[in-house]
């Protein structure tokens, strides 16, 4: 039985990676840590209740002598770092969280990991492990005819989001070859399905399609990505803690680019089509343009391009595929259809998320979260 520390389970990767752990290895003891930002939900780990093998602890990363009681209190024997800010375009506007959170709050967990696991306590666990999850942004841009990321494209993240992971990334390294601290690293390209927060692609054009609202493309829509069904991330995840090689990164991915616009026009056609076969459905939505007599493409709208945009990544999964035996399970055809089917499910979820009654809710249960968030 292990004893694990997942920072960052309330957001989009980390609450499916909860939901993924907790089924696969029930006899394993979870302990979620959260600082329960505007990103973290407590919602997305509904149905989950605290028990002897699950607890949830509102905290922050950055708060190191709360991450070494956790250690002790829970003897904790690894470690399954989400916990970020996670949105390029918040960095750009404001990087000071991500300074703190991805470079400050992960020293933090490192060196009360290095105290605990290798500080020779009495009965302190003898196998551990620190995974830390990061992101194919720290490679830098591709152009067309570029080959894609490796483990050994060198780094060169252009936001301060990518930035802050590349630093994260490089403090895990040195912790594993100065201190000899067991590490894993998995560098993994743009995810898709439950629990995303509606400020990242996916999510925010289908709500703003069943809301009647424009669907703003960055620049001229060109831009590519390289999608991955989050339970495959997860997968991969625990491939890479399971066989990797301590000290390593591995690179997760599906080989599986799109531009922005052909994902935006192919979410636009799917909901078209979802809510004429469905009158049910559609009566839901009154705004949405299918209602109206036109299709949801007409919301197209191109805007300003994001700053310093990067213009394309694609993942090499070859290490991991060699290495670890890894292979994404879900095609994206059948992850776009799960992902659909889930909001339209789960429509309470995105309405408290985008109304602010989840932060109202927040407040009243956990203080006041405007600390939490900076306001
Ligand atoms: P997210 O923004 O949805 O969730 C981040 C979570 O971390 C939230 O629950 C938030 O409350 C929590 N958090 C933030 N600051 C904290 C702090 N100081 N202490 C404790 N908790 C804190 O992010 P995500 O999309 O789920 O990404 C999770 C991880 O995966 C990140 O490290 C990200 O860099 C990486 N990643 C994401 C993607 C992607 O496509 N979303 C792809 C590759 C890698
Ligand atoms: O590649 C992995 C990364 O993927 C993760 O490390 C990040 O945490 C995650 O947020 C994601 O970063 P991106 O910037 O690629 O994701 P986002 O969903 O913000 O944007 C995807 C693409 O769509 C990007 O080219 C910008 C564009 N875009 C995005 C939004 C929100 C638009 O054109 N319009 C939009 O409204």
Known sequence: MRSVLITGGAGFIGSNFVHYWLAKYPEDRVVCLDALTYAGNLASLAGIAESANYRFVHGDICDTPLIEQLLREERIDHIVHFAAESHVDRSITGPDAFIQTNITGTHSLLKAAKGYWLGGEEGAPKEFLFHHVSTDEVYGTLGPNDPPFTETTPYAPNSPYAASKASSDHLV??????YGLPTTISNCSNNYGPYQFPEKLIPLMFIHILEGKNLPIYGDGKNIRD???????????????????????????????????????????????????????AARFPNTPINQGRNAESLITYVKDRAGHDWRYAIDPTRSNEELGYKPVESFETGIQRTLDWYFDNEAWWRQVMDGSYRDWIDANYGDSRGLLGL
């Open 173 to 178: 390294r040195a912790y594993h070859h100065t």
């Open 227 to 281: 999608w991955l069904y989050v339970e495959d991330h997860c997968r991969g995840i625990d491939l890479v803690m399971e066989k990797g090689r301590r000290g390593e990164c591995y690179n997760i991915g599906g080989i599986n680019e799109w531009t922005n616009i052909d994902i935006v026009t192919l979410l636009c056609r799917e909901v078209d089509k979802r809510l004429a076969a469905n009158p049910e459905l």
